[in-house]
C-alpha cells in the first residue's frame, strides 16, 4: 500500500519567492496533518484537517503560511512571502482516525525546504 | 501545556545488546504515547504505541512500558542489529496533537 506522498522532496528557493508543499494521504484516511522540524524546535504541528476542514490552525506561525484541503486526496501547504527561517523539513502525515481521536498518525517522507 | 522530555539525547550499544530510552510527560490527561523511527531523509515511522489502560506492550524485539503513576514510558530494544540505528521520538498526546520529545540518537555498532 501506498503510503502518504510528499512532492517535492527538495526545494531551494529565494528569500521572498512562494513555496507551494504538496501532499497526499493515505487512500481512506480522513485526517491529515501539516508538521515542521527544525534542530531548535523539534517536530511541531502547523495545522491539522479533519474530512477536509481545517479544524486546528494554531501552529501556523504567521500570516505567511496557508494550507488548504480541496479534496480527500491532496493537501497544499503554502509560503509567501518566504523567509530564511522557513527553512526546515515539512512533513504531512494522516490518521485513519477522525476528530479528536486522530492520534494515530502515519507520515511522509517530508519535504527539505532552504530558503537563502 | 504537555511537555515531553526524553533520555539519552544519544545512545550506542554493541550489536545483539539491549537498549532502553526513556520518557517523562507532564500532562496526566494524555492517553497516548507512540514511539517513532526517524532514518536519515526519512519521515517518522511508527513503530509501537501504548494507550493509557496498558501497561506493556510487545512487538518482536521491542517492547514500550508505561508507568502512569510516575508519568514516564520506555521503548525497549532487543537484540539490537544495525538496522536499529536511527534517531528514535517518543510522543504524548490526549486528543490529536502529539507532543514530541527531542529524539534519541541510537547507534548500533557492528
Known amino acids: 500500500d501506498a503510503g502518504v506522498i510528499q512532492s517535492p522532496r527538495h526545494e531551494v528557493t529565494e528569500m521572498g519567492q512562494e513555496v507551494t508543499l504538496r501532499c497526499k494521504p493515505i487512500s481512506g484516511h480522513n485526517s491529515l496533518f501539516w508538521y515542521r522540524q527544525t534542530m531548535m524546535r523539534g517536530l511541531e504541528l502547523l495545522i491539522y484537517?479533519?474530512?477536509?476542514?481545517?479544524?486546528?490552525d494554531s501552529g501556523m506561525p504567521e500570516d505567511r503560511f496557508s494550507a488548504k484541503m480541496p479534496n480527500a486526496s491532496f493537501s497544499t501547504l503554502k509560503i509567501q512571502p518566504s523567509e530564511p527561517r522557513d527553512s526546515a523539513v515539512y512533513f504531512c502525515?494522516?490518521?485513519?482516525?477522525?476528530?479528536?481521536?486522530?492520534?494515530?498518525?502515519?507520515f511522509g517522507p517530508g519535504t527539505r525546504l532552504t530558503v537563502l | 501545556g504537555e511537555n515531553v522530555e526524553q533520555h539519552p539525547s544519544t545512545l550506542s550499544v554493541q550489536e545483539g545488546d539491549s537498549a532502553v530510552i526513556k520518557c517523562t510527560y507532564s500532562d496526566s490527561a494524555s492517553n497516548y504515547f507512540p514511539w517513532y523511527k526517524q532514518e536519515l531523509g526519512k519521515g517518522p515511522q511508527l513503530i509501537i504505541d501504548?494507550?493509557?489502560?496498558?501497561g506493556e506492550k510487545k512487538d518482536q524485539r521491542i517492547a514500550v512500558t508505561l508507568n502512569k503513576t510516575a508519568k514516564h514510558f520506555s521503548l525497549h530494544i532487543t537484540e539490537t542489529q544495525p538496522e536499529d540505528s536511527a534517531v528514535y521520538f517518543c510522543a504524548a498526546s490526549r486528543w490529536y496533537k502529539l507532543i514530541f520529545g527531542s529524539g534519541t540518537r541510537l547507534l548500533v555498532r557492528p
Open positions: 484537517f479533519n474530512n477536509n476542514v481545517p479544524i486546528d
Open positions: 502525515a494522516s490518521s485513519p482516525d477522525e476528530g479528536p481521536k486522530a492520534d494515530t498518525q502515519y
Open positions: 501504548i494507550r493509557s489502560n496498558v
